[in-house]
């Protein structure tokens, strides 16, 4: 019983702060849990990832430039527990999305 308590590893996610609901995992997956990454860094090139395309689509005349190099996504380390919830350092937990 002990072992369903604990995270099964540590990840990171990528966090937005969002006016209604606060901090929020800003991307879920197919399955509507929070997407997550094995390294800090393979979060970071998501973020890169969306950038360019931000850029790309400001450089094709479908985004205004500030709206184009501005992000507020961040990154958190993340435990990752059992049913696949992730929680972070200050004890919130965010599971699947309804």
């Not at 019983?1 to 540590?10: E, I, K």
């Given at each position: 019983?002990?072992?369903?308590?604990?995270?099964?590893?540590?990840a990171y996610a990528i966090f937005t702060q969002t006016i209604c609901e606060g901090l929020v995992p800003a991307w879920y997956d197919e399955n509507n849990f929070p997407v997550i990454y094995a390294t800090e860094l393979e979060a970071q090139r998501e973020i890169?990832?969306?950038l360019m395309e931000h850029l790309q689509q400001f450089v094709a005349g479908e985004r205004d430039f500030e709206g184009a190099i501005i992000t507020d996504d961040f990154i958190l380390p993340v435990d990752v527990w059992p049913d696949g919830s992730i929680s972070i350092e200050d004890g919130s937990t965010f599971g699947k999305r309804s």
């Open positions: 019983m002990l072992a369903a308590r604990q995270p099964t590893r540590s890169a990832d969306d």
